[in-house]
């Protein structure tokens, strides 16, 4: 059975943190690895340009976002991982799905909708007031990212299904009106993904400047976890467990065993303090080989630009042969095209042509080898005129005498007697 293919995109606007690792990141390569399915993951950094107009953010983000991939394991033969500006197919398909996506669609897109709705909660006159087109439309580059490699399975936030949602619509309204080409994606949510708390403990986002780079140094990381909030409890006081960030963070990196161990540590009262240390020296042996590998991509770009160019190039080779499909279904052609449905039915009713031919001289061979004993009478006869003269005036009799098919048959005879006689007459 045909592999289906996983699609996922990374905004190049922040730092990878923590939350990014556990939330999709590990789950992400660890999909990738178990040979199951055709992975594609990407930069998107066209996306970034939607809400960062700093040029030098997005190209850091960039960088340590693709370092980041690299130095916890992706292997880039078993996935394709490349930067979507560097497939220029997918700007191309945006437009094409543009053409075919209704601005009631995009109305009712979230993002769009929540513009809106600040700008009338503050009385602005002007609703879609700081509203730009890529705000406004990128839930269709989105669907281009997708349906540019037939994506079949898209792991999102349940905040992000309504845009899988679109890109069906456009897939389906496209394969209606043109050609079967778009297949139609779905949804993927993890609803057992805990969610991870950051230094304040709400959910770990660069939204709430509150989260844990994921390759800073052990000094930040040591600074960081001791700004990480906790209760009243006193050393020795029972710690709550399961309402304790610090708890949850462990719990993510940890396995059953030392889970266990940790909250009985909680159960008997250990010191914030110690818990907080225990929790960087914990988090900070599993990431100290990945950070090294980090340090090392981060010192040698160049490789990482090569390992990105590689994943264009594998990207185009499924992208390149779809998007002239696109153009061909909707009418944008060489002059000289001819569409495969006329040239198979060219090269029908020229096999047609040849079948019939082949079948009429096999049918003249037959009749031929019946009348054969009568030409060799007239070829050996003294006066061969006469002797084919006479041969047609009573197969001309014999057609005259006969009816229906038996006189079809005759006259046949008749027409290849005349013809084979001719040189005689």
């Not at 543009?98 to 009631?104: A, D, H, V």
């Not at 800073?216 to 409890?233: F, H, M, P, V």
């Not at 009713?349 to 031929?368: F, N, T, V, Y």
């Amino acid at each position: 059975m045909e592999k289906k293919t996983v699609l996922t995109g990374i905004t190049t606007t922040g730092t990878p943190h923590i939350g990014n690792y556990l939330g999709a990141i590990k789950p992400a390569i660890e999909m990738s690895q178990s040979g199951e399915y055709n992975n594609f993951y990407f930069l998107a950094d066209f996306h970034a340009l939607i809400k960062c107009h700093d040029p030098e953010r997005i190209a850091q983000s960039t960088r340590e976002i693709a370092v980041t991939w690299l130095a916890l394991g992706l292997d880039t033969d078993k996935a394709t991982f490349y930067r979507q500006t560097d497939i220029p197919e997918i700007t191309e398909l945006t437009w094409m799905l543009t053409c075919m996506c209704s601005k009631g669609l995009m109305n009712r897109a979230h993002a769009y909708k929540a513009s809106v709705d600040a700008n009338r909660d503050s009385g602005k006159a002007d609703l879609d007031d700081g509203v730009t087109m890529g705000l406004f439309s990128y839930p269709i580059l989105m669907a281009a990212d997708i349906l540019m490699f037939n994506a079949d399975l898209i792991p999102v936030g349940k905040d992000q299904i309504q845009h899988i949602e679109m890109a069906r619509d456009m897939a389906g309204r496209f394969n209606h009106t043109f050609e079967n080409l778009f297949t139609l994606p779905e949804a993927v949510v993890d609803e057992t993904t805990q969610l991870i708390p950051g230094l304040d403990g709400r959910k770990m986002s660069k939204s709430y400047d509150n989260t844990i780079p994921l390759f800073c140094s052990a000094d930040e990381l040591y600074k960081l976890i001791k700004q990480i909030k906790t209760d009243a409890r006193a050393p020795g006081e029972p710690k709550d467990a399961d309402n304790s960030t610090l708890f949850q963070l462990y719990s993510c990196f940890a396995n059953e065993l030392e889970v266990a161990a940790m909250r009985t540590r909680f159960e008997e009262g250990i010191a914030w303090g110690d818990a907080k240390k225990e929790l960087f020296e914990f988090l900070d042996a599993k990431l100290v080989e990945p950070r090294a590998r980090y340090n090392e991509f981060m010192s040698d770009l160049g490789a990482v630009e090569d390992i990105l160019l590689k994943g264009a190039d594998k990207a185009r080779e499924v992208a390149t042969p779809l998007l002239e499909k696109v153009r061909i279904a909707t009418g944008i052609r060489p002059l000289t095209y001819t569409s495969q449905a006329k040239s198979d039915e060219k090269q029908k009713k020229e096999k047609s042509a040849e079948a019939m031919a082949r079948a009429e001289e096999g049918r003249r061979r037959a009749i031929l080898m019946q009348l054969q004993p009568l030409l060799d009478q007239v070829a050996a006869a003294d006066d061969q005129s006469a002797a084919a003269q006479n041969a047609i005036a009573d197969k001309t009799a014999e057609v005259a005498s006969l009816k229906k098919k038996a006189k079809q048959k005759a006259q046949n005879e008749l027409d290849l007697l005349q013809e084979a006689l001719a040189q005689y007459l």
